[in-house]
């Protein structure tokens, strides 16, 4: 079974900064890795989405995120952060044959300050 | 424009009442979903199904029902025996097969007395 770790709870950044936030997963074979983004009473929108190819994945919104094997990570980075970017934002592995309901993460909440 | 509804917004209920969530889509999904979320916990899920009539329980199903009498919709019952009911409950679906690819409905709160 896979499963997916987000060792952040909360990351503070200030408005124009860069950010990064990291997600650690464990599944045997090639993953399907995704991030979501969720804002305050809302359902999740998706950032973007790793099934295979080109390691370096980009999301709408600015947002990218880079598959790491070796590091079993994929964490999203964004170069200058807006202050509507302030949201809760969850990593999600799926496995590559057989169940195909992913696995989320407790997820990060991202403050920004002006 | 396809997508996921969810309703109501918020619904408030006496405990011991039993109360349903309503789910709709018209993204063509075989698969749908009932996640819910608590603060720092991520999102659970309830209940799935990956086909018409046939539905099977997540990781923490008791004090739930659902139905999946037609592709488009899947409501989710609360019922009494839920002993903690109140919370966001998120409503999802997928292409199924090897996708896993999930749609977001807006959720609904549910707040019991």
């Known amino acids: 079974a896979q499963s997916v770790t987000q060792p952040d709870i909360h990351i503070t950044v200030s408005e124009g900064a860069s950010l990064e936030l990291r997600c650690n997963y464990s599944?045997?074979?090639?993953?399907?890795l995704f991030w979501y983004v969720q804002s305050p009473g809302q359902g999740l929108q998706l950032l973007l989405k790793?099934?295979?190819?080109?390691?370096l994945v980009q999301g709408i919104k600015g947002f990218e995120a880079e598959f790491k094997r070796s590091q079993s990570s994929f964490n999203l980075r964004k170069p200058s952060v807006h202050w509507s970017d302030a949201a809760e934002y969850f990593c999600a592995v799926g496995a590559s044959g057989g169940s195909y309901i992913p696995t989320f993460g407790r997820g990060t909440s991202l403050i920004v300050h002006p | 424009d396809g997508g996921i509804t969810q309703s109501p917004k918020y619904l408030f209920r006496k405990e011991g009442q039993n109360v349903t969530l309503s789910c709709e889509q018209n993204?063509?999904?075989?698969?749908m979903y009932w996640y819910r979320q608590d603060p720092g916990q991520g999102l659970r899920l309830i209940y799935y199904?990956?086909?018409?009539?046939?539905?099977q329980k997540g990781d923490i199903a008791e004090g739930y029902s659902v139905s999946r009498e037609k592709k488009e919709s899947f409501p989710l019952t609360v019922t009494s025996a839920q002993k903690n009911p109140t919370a966001f409950y998120l409503c999802?679906?997928?292409?199924?097969?090897?996708?896993?690819?999930?749609?977001f409905g807006p959720g609904t709160r549910l707040t019991v007395l």
């Open positions: 790793y099934f295979s190819g080109d390691t």
């Open positions: 993204l063509n999904h075989d698969a």
């Open positions: 999802a679906s997928s292409i199924g097969e090897d996708s896993n690819e999930q749609f």
């Open positions: 599944y045997g074979a090639t993953p399907y």
């Open positions: 199904s990956q086909i018409v009539n046939d539905f």
